[in-house]
Every structure is written in C-alpha cells, then in structure tokens.
Nanobody, 127 residues
C-alpha cells in the first residue's frame, strides 16, 4: 500500500523559509513523477511544483525562483524548499504521486493526474 507522509510545515514570518519533506513507502516501482500541491481555505487545490524522472521540473508562476523541488531516491523522500515566503503561500501542503499507468512528457501540475496523496502539512506565513 502506497503511503505518503508530509512533515516540516509550521508558522513563519514573511520572508522566512521552510523545508517540507514527504516520506514515500509502499511502491513496488519507481514513480515517473511526483508533485507538491497546496490548498488555502475556500480555494481549490493547486499545483506548486512537480518533478519528473530525467530530471525535469515544473513550478507554478507564483513560486518560481523561491521554491525548489528535489528528490532523494536513496531515502525515498521528496522535498520542497521554500524561501522568501509570503502570506499568500499560506495553506495546507500535500505531496502526491501517480499510479504506474500514468505517464506525461512534462511534470504534471493538475490534481487529477495524481492518484496517491499524503495527509498534508500546514504552512502559515504571517506578515
């Protein structure tokens, strides 16, 4: 059974940094891609960053230059380094992974392109 467990969220002031981690277990294959999403209260879940084997990455325009997605294959962990945080970055952050049947030419950023989700970790940025 695939499990994704996020950690590293917290409360920081504007301009601060956080590093999110996602521990992955239960896979019997190597994932083709993985992603980070976030959801603010009253808003839809949106893609933040995605990473595809190659590697190649995709970022939301709002986080480009501030966030970095990376993966440690030896430890089966996905990371999201978040710098220069802004209040609008506040939300629940989720990592996600696909089933083996999925493949896309570029790292996908739509929730519908993922099948497995973690429980989320809260990020709160105060001004």
């Amino acid at each position: 059974q695939v499990q994704l467990v996020e950690s590293g969220g917290g409360s920081v002031q504007s301009g601060g940094s956080l590093r999110l981690s996602c521990a992955v277990s239960g896979y019997t294959y190597s994932t083709n891609y993985m992603g980070w999403f976030r959801q603010a209260p009253g808003k839809e879940r949106e893609g933040v960053a995605a990473l595809k084997r190659g590697p190649s990455t995709t970022y939301a325009e709002s986080v480009k230059g501030r966030f970095t997605i990376s993966q440690d294959n030896a430890n089966n962990t996905l990371y999201l380094q978040m710098n220069s945080l802004k209040p609008e970055d506040t939300g629940m952050y989720y990592c996600a992974a696909p089933s083996p049947r999925r493949w896309y030419p570029t790292p996908p950023m739509s929730p519908g392109q993922y099948d497995y989700w973690g429980q989320g970790t809260q990020v709160t940025v105060s001004s």
